[in-house]
């Protein structure tokens, strides 16, 4: 298991392995992040932090929610959202 935490320690993710590779996403919200995002089951990751200490961000379609510091402002993952609008069928599961 490995933990971190954003700059101030507000919230703590902890992953069960180091990743065996990291993305460089080229969308418009990655490159404006400047993140390498790994992957993993999300049964396998823990947020943790106190009740306001973090919040959310998504557009277009909804699909991703990239959750911050409320405090700092650093970007500590994202969640795919239950569900989305898809644009041709109206509603999706993620």
């Given at each position: ?10 919230v ?10 990291v ?13 390498l995002?790994?992957?993993?089951t ?27 510091c ?25």
């Amino acid at each position: 298991m490995l933990t971190g935490t954003c700059h101030c320690g507000a919230v703590r993710v902890t992953i069960p392995r180091k990743p065996r590779s990291v993305t460089d996403c080229n969308c418009s919200i990655c490159r404006r992040y400047g993140v390498l995002w790994a992957y993993y089951t999300a049964s396998t990751v823990r947020v943790e932090a106190k009740r306001g200490a973090t919040e959310s961000y998504s557009w277009g379609r909804k699909a991703l929610r990239f959750v911050r510091c409320t405090t700092c402002g650093c970007i500590m993952c994202w969640q795919r959202a239950l569900h989305f609008n898809s644009g041709s069928t109206g509603a999706s599961t993620a």
